[in-house]
């Protein structure tokens, strides 16, 4: 008997049912894999489990223990939850209280389980999972701790309840390649040393090649365990490079302090019209503050050329007319559009400014330009997809007609086929409008495919750089190699 087995799960909200037929099964000690795109369904049918949500309406079989929890009553799902399945999510800082420290959090779940909530059974915890400086932690708010710091805290706070069964919902995707290798090899170590059941949903394919033990793929609100996606960055991107054009941008010595902090350091690169320089390095290393500074969103040292005009000699009129030749492109579009703003607002809004005529008519080609359908024009920021979004924010940026992009982590909150999508868009785009890319992420994939040349940065410093190819086939900075290694490319000096 399967510890969990799911049969025929159809799940409905009103009129919406994203889960219309779902079955599978998980054995002891095993680590099974959902994947599939945003909107397929993976969430809700996580969430179903343990009906987290009461407005929906489960309908099938989901036996766990021999048991069908489908039909539980609250009073019953709270024996279940915590105690016997634990779920961990994408964001910690959404999941943690701000409000509370990480001990009384995590003796809050000891209580809960009918545990000792005891100091050393917190510290125990921290231990478990491999944090360091457990006594530091223990006292520590949610914000004084990394984005992989908190996700430990988060599988400390669902081992708590000495769980059979842990449902880890894109635990990794918000994480830099560093920290999600460690994560990673975490759940797989405690997964064997508890033998402990964990259902992992990604959208991340070579995520699951390397910890499932059998894979299921969720598409349009089906599971099925056939028609695994292929691998969607498999080639090396190289532009041949103009001789004897001017650079549309080049940095010089930028230098970014916060107070004493020194967070970039004499960094100089340069782009030309059409082609993609990659930003690259762990959370931390100092890469949006590069971006940051070589913009002016923050105060920043050194000399920025764009289209041959000095950008951090400017001020007053001068600079705001310089601004419109380099726009930026921000991580979460949710947070960086106005949610009371219509999406012509959105992206009108900088022509309205410089007083500039026929807006809407600008706009509607915009949209057009980045494949948006003109009926979104009247929405808000909050009835798009994350892809829609992200298309809205770039459509504001290209109204402008820049001749330098910064786009900073445009691609990580999105699944595989909508990242795909947007990089075909900025491929056809600079393409087509001789655009300059700085392109930074800590996915390694996705800059393999974008960038032309690389910058490898750590600890506010350029440590390595290069053109694209020559770096992912021949790296040689051991920092690079982990890199490379923590995002699951081989290198020719590997194969």
Known sequence: MSLLEIKNLRVRFENFMPVKSATMHIEVGELVALIGSSGSGKSTLAMSILKLQEEAKVHGRVMFDGKNIAYFSEKKMRLIRGKKIAMIFQEPMTSLNPLHTVAKQISEVLKMTEQPATKQAVLDLLAQVELTDTERIY????????????????????????????IADEPTTALDVTVQAQILALLKRLQKQLNLAILFITHDLDVVGQIADRVYVMRQGKVSTTDIPDKVYPWIRHTPRQPLQTPAIEVKNLNVFYHRFHAVKDVSFSVQPGRTIGIVGESGSGKSS?????????????????????????????????????????????????????????????????????????????????DLPIRLMNRHPHALSGGQRTRVALARALILKPSVLVLDEVTSSLDIQTQRQLIKLLTMLQKELKLAYIFISHDMKVVRSLSDDIVVMKDGQVIEQGFSGQLFNHPTHPYTKQLLKDSFIKTKQTI
């Open 290 to 370: 590069l971006a940051q500074g070589l913009t002016r969103l923050i105060e920043a040292t050194g000399q920025v050329m764009i289209n041959g005009q000095d950008f951090f000699s400017l001020s007053g009129r001068a600079l705001r007319q310089a601004r419109s030749h380099i726009q930026m492109v921000l991580q979460d579009p949710a947070s960086s559009l106005n949610p009371r703003m219509t999406v012509a607002d959105i992206i009108g809004e900088g022509l309205k400014i410089r007083k500039v005529p026929n807006v809407k008519e600008q706009v509607i080609e915009t949209l057009k330009l980045v």
């Open 139 to 166: 006292k520590s708010y949610p914000h004084e701790l990394s984005g992989g710091q908190r996700q430990r805290v988060m599988i400390a706070m669902a081992l708590a309840g000495r769980p059979e069964l842990l």
